[in-house]
């Protein structure tokens, strides 16, 4: 743990140099959230009932979605598959730490930074122009900020297998863009997963992704039941824990034989 909490003091402070870029993020984010609030306003026009949501349940679930995203995202699978092709990941090697951890710590310092750079001022400009609702109950919001932390190291754990392909790929942008999309859809981000048909529906529910945003914004929005946010947070903690211990085996398989070129 204190290793773990001193690489996220340094993920933390190294955010600082680029903390210009989270202004225009607020920015940024507002733009998609009103695009979809225009999409949405339109089709419930059409249809009121769309999707078994309320239209003030819709632009709900697409605010605190964006929001969200702005905590849980991060650039750990390219940050370490550019160390990796530099050839600087030896030094980070040599270091008497786990490598993974170091990552971790790293991720979750970039996630305080962004809570208090990007989350909270983008809740504070969605909240005063769209009409968001609160959670359903305190209840709710305390499972829907643990389902959250959940997210995170979900989000976190991927990222990290995806930047260790790189010890394999002569490149990963192909990889990167194909989790990157892959996340967006099954995450539930671009579209509520209750709107998905039968087949896609019954294929995501056994994948981690929506356990990173679906989960956490359903439970915000209190659309199921206790029974099932028990049942859906244990299945994201099984998630965790075997991402958590895939990454680290697939770290230590794949660097036993690694070759470091240059000076």
Not at 103 to 117: H, N, T, V
Not at 153 to 182: D, E, H, P
Not at 244 to 260: A, C, D, M, Q, V
Request: aromatic share 16%.
């Amino acid at each position: 743990m204190r290793v773990l909490l001193a690489f996220a003091r340094i993920g933390f402070l190294d955010m600082l140099a680029y903390r210009l870029r989270y202004y225009t993020g607020v920015i940024n984010y507002f733009i998609s959230v009103t695009v979809y609030y225009f999409i949405y306003k339109a089709v419930f026009t059409a249809n009121p009932g769309f999707g078994g949501f309320r239209f003030d349940e819709m632009i709900t679930y697409v605010t605190v979605g964006w929001i969200i995203r702005s905590l849980y995202y991060n650039n750990i699978d390219w940050d370490l598959a550019m160390e990796i092709q530099e050839g600087k990941i030896a030094m980070s090697m040599m270091r008497p730490v786990n490598l993974p951890l170091t990552y971790i710590g790293k991720a979750l310092g970039e996630a305080a930074f962004r809570s208090i750079l990007l989350s909270v001022p983008t809740s504070l400009v969605l909240a005063l122009v769209f009409p968001v609702n609160g959670p359903a109950s305190g209840a709710h919001f305390a499972a829907f900020l643990l389902s959250l932390a959940g997210s995170i190291i979900l989000v976190t754990s991927i990222n990290f297998i995806i930047g260790a392909c790189a010890l394999s790929l002569t490149s990963i942008q192909g990889l990167l863009r194909f989790k990157f999309w892959m996340q967006e859809l099954l995450s539930g981000l671009l579209v509520p997963l209750a709107l998905f048909p039968p087949p896609l529906r019954a294929l995501s529910a056994v994948l981690p992704f929506e356990h990173i945003g679906y989960t956490p914004m359903m439970i915000y929005l209190g659309k199921i039941s206790w029974e099932s946010i028990a049942r859906t947070m244990a299945l994201e903690l099984v998630w965790v824990a075997v991402l958590l211990w895939f990454g680290n085996w697939f770290w230590n398989r794949l660097s036993r034989s690694i070759t470091i070129h240059g000076g």
